[in-house]
């Protein structure tokens, strides 16, 4: 049986280089001290799981090498390389070891490991999965990667109302299913929302 890969892309955790839009908001120091909490705290909640092996994905290369400030988990420290958001997920999915993979972003505080579990089970009859988020993009992809690898990135308008319909526009003739709607936290009024329930 093929191994379950679960990617969680990042950013290495430096001021001014993540969360810009929270950071104009709410400040580069608390927009960083939101990103290292929360990151942390989702490689805490899905390492380690005997149903997939974790990788972290990591931007810039040069933090891989160096490892300067990355969180710890239980898993395996990955570069994601150059290029535009979809040259850098597309590159995951081409690139690591045979099986079933789901990516999720680091900035998602609603992750559950259940969440991951049911991702994988749709691609049991699915050639791709998709957890959308609150703002029109999403929160998670996955694609069973078998009999062929396709990456359904090329054009798509990231950070966009219209991010899952370009990238779903890529995908006629696959069949796509879906998991639970979540919120993702972009800006300050996100940050409310989700303290709200919204």
Known sequence: MLENHLVVMARAPR??????????????VAALRFYRSHTGDLLRRLSPDPRWRLWLAVTPDSAVRDGRGLWPFDGTLVAQGGGDLGRRM??????????PLV???SDI????????????????????VFGPAADGGYWLVGARRRPRIVTPFD???????????????NLTGYDVGFVETLRDVDTAADLVALSSGG
Do not use: Q
């Open 90 to 99: 597309g590159r995951m999915f081409e690139d690591l070891p045979p099986g």
């Open 103 to 105: 990516m999720v972003g």
């Open 155 to 169: 054009g798509v308008r990231w950070s966009s109302a219209t991010t899952l319909a370009d990238t779903l526009a």
């Open 109 to 128: 505080p609603g992750i559950r490991r259940d969440h991951i579990a049911a991702a994988f089970r749709a691609l049991g009859a699915n050639d791709w």
């Open 15 to 28: 001021l001014g280089t993540v969360k810009r839009r929270l950071a104009h908001d709410l400040g580069a």
